[in-house]
């Protein structure tokens, strides 16, 4: 069974860029999947950043995530990316990365992500 993992969420300080990561276990991303970003903050249901084709690369985001956040994904490291730039406290929430293949959607743990003022 697929599943996607997210790394590279910590503390970071507000200004900050942070990049994260996720890949994919048991399986790995085919032409058709959509990978897709999402965070939930304590308290706040989930919400979409954007998503991403596997073999197109075409991407699109939510519109209160433009400017700030680029989704962009590596064919040969099987890898996709969410980069974020100038790091708010309210960013500070749970990232998942969501992979669907056909009809079936694999959800990762997740990763952290502090913001300090």
């Known amino acids: 069974q697929v599943q996607p993992a997210e790394s590279g969420g910590g503390v970071v300080q507000a200004g900050d860029s942070l990049t994260l990561s996720c890949s994919v276990s048991?399986?790995?991303?085919?032409?058709?999947?959509?990978v897709a970003w999402y965070r939930q903050a304590p308290g706040k249901e989930r919400e979409v950043i954007g998503t991403?084709?596997?073999?197109?690369?075409?991407?699109h985001y939510a519109d209160s995530m433009r400017g700030r956040f680029t989704i962009y994904r590596n064919y040969h490291e099987n890898r996709a990316w969410l980069h974020m730039n100038g790091l708010k406290p309210e960013d500070a929430a749970i990232y998942y990365c969501?992979?669907?293949?056909?009809?079936?959607?694999?959800w990762g743990q997740g990763t952290q992500i502090t913001v300090s003022a």
């Open positions: 991403i084709t596997w073999d197109a690369g075409s991407r």
């Open positions: 048991g399986g790995t991303f085919v032409g058709d999947d959509m």
């Open positions: 969501k992979i669907q293949q056909d009809s079936i959607v694999y």
